[in-house]
């Protein structure tokens, strides 16, 4: 069995990534640890890059289809995945889940409906809709017991009829909550009720750690089957977002129908020679990198909440069940959100997110991504600790 190696730190500078090149415009300054944007800095494993190069070699690039391959490796994956079978017809091509967001939008809205999103939450879930003129309604998380849920009672209180979609984040990004099914399928009972849309955006889904497990929401119950648009994509899980590989998912006949003419209207949904290609290598040849990288984020997650419990307990990391984003909770530092930052940024040198950012009950957090070598980890947290204490 070949062991990949995780730990390499590899300079990303001048390769027009947003997560390095970008950071003098969006923090002010180059000279930060990035752990922000949501790619890894892992290298993308050898059978991806082969499978693009070998595909290189014949250097003719003309308009390319969705093969049977390309499908069934789809098929494969989601299989093993998550023991979904799926059917070919059910799947497209999308351009970008955020893109899939603002097709549904367009596709089953108009301007003025509300959107309802569950913050904090990945902040296109609220930009999007609220770019299109729809109306952006929050039913944000509850910590019950220092533990993320759904507030269904909430929920109740503000649907209307104006409500037609609620974007669903599962697992939850930032937090790395991963629902459990007794929960997708209350939501889902609640919005067939109300006639409204569910887009499930499962991007994080194959990242769950070992001691629980991702439903994806269009298999929890006939209603949830039947109100849902699923988007997945190897883009995360495989650091391929570049490539932009993301899929969609719809076992309803008539919602299907209904988004698959929109997008076939636009031909919004012919993907590239190389998402086809990334996509079939990724999904064929890839379970065991994915073991691998899953193990190495894990102990890069424990290295992060030994080291805080150790050194600087009032920031506590809320433990993710999914993905490579840690969420720390800095409230017990008492600072206002424009201290935490420069704390962050300008005393201790690191870019992460901003939890406000991810809208409501955002204040007081940052978002860790800890998708990198652990040596980063390491001096990062030490970096953290220095500008904690420093007086
Ligand atoms: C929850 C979630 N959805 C979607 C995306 C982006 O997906 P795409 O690049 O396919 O638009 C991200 C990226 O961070 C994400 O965290």
């Excluded at 290189?56 to 979904?84: M, R, V």
């Amino acid at each position: 069995m070949r062991q990949y190696n995780f730990d390499q730190v590899i300079d990303r500078k001048g390769t027009d990534c947003i997560k390095v090149d970008l950071l003098e415009e969006r923090f002010g300054t180059k000279d930060l640890t990035t752990l922000w944007v949501a790619d890894m800095d892992f290298r993308t494993p050898d059978f991806i890059v082969n499978a693009i190069r070998k595909r290189c070699d014949h250097e003719i690039f003309g308009y390319t289809y969705a093969s049977p391959d390309y499908y069934n490796s789809i098929i494969d994956w989601l299989q093993y995945k998550h023991n979904w079978s799926v059917k070919k017809e059910w799947l497209s091509y999308i351009p970008g889940i955020v893109k899939g967001i603002g097709f549904v939008l367009q596709c089953f809205t108009n301007p003025g409906d509300k959107v309802i999103i569950q913050p904090p939450v990945y902040h296109p879930f609220r930009l999007v809709p609220q770019q299109m003129k729809r109306e952006v309604v929050n039913n944000p998380l509850k910590i019950v017991d220092g533990k993320y849920t759904m507030d269904f009672e909430h929920l109740e209180s503000i649907i209307d009829d104006k409500c037609k979609i609620l974007i669903l984040c599962s697992p939850h990004n930032p937090a790395g909550i991963v629902w459990d099914k007794e929960t997708l399928i209350k939501l889902a009972a609640i919005c067939k009720r109300n006639n409204i849309l569910v887009i499930s955006d499962e991007i994080h889904a194959e990242i769950v750690y070992p001691q629980f497990r991702h439903y994806p929401f269009a298999t929890v119950s006939p209603e949830a089957a039947s109100c849902s648009i699923t988007f997945m994509a190897p883009s995360k899980t495989f650091n391929i977002a570049g490539i932009v590989t993301s899929y969609a998912i719809v076992p309803d006949d008539k919602l299907r129908s209904e988004f698959y003419r929109f997008l076939e209207a636009g031909e919004l949904a012919d993907g590239t020679i190389f998402a086809y290609t990334a996509t079939k290598a990724a999904y064929t040849y890839g379970a065991e990198w994915l073991q691998q990288m899953r193990s190495y984020v894990i102990e890069n997650v424990r290295t992060v909440d030994n080291y805080l419990k150790a050194y600087i307990p009032k920031i506590k990391a809320y433990p993710p069940q999914a993905s490579f984003l840690v969420w720390l909770d800095c409230r017990e530092l008492n600072l206002s959100q424009a201290e935490l930052v420069y704390l962050f940024k300008d005393k201790a040198g690191l870019a992460l997110n901003d939890g406000k950012m991810f809208g409501s009950g955002g204040e007081g957090f940052m978002r860790m991504n800890v998708g990198c070598s652990r040596l980063i980890i390491e001096q990062a947290l030490e970096a953290l600790r220095k500008a904690v204490t420093k007086k």
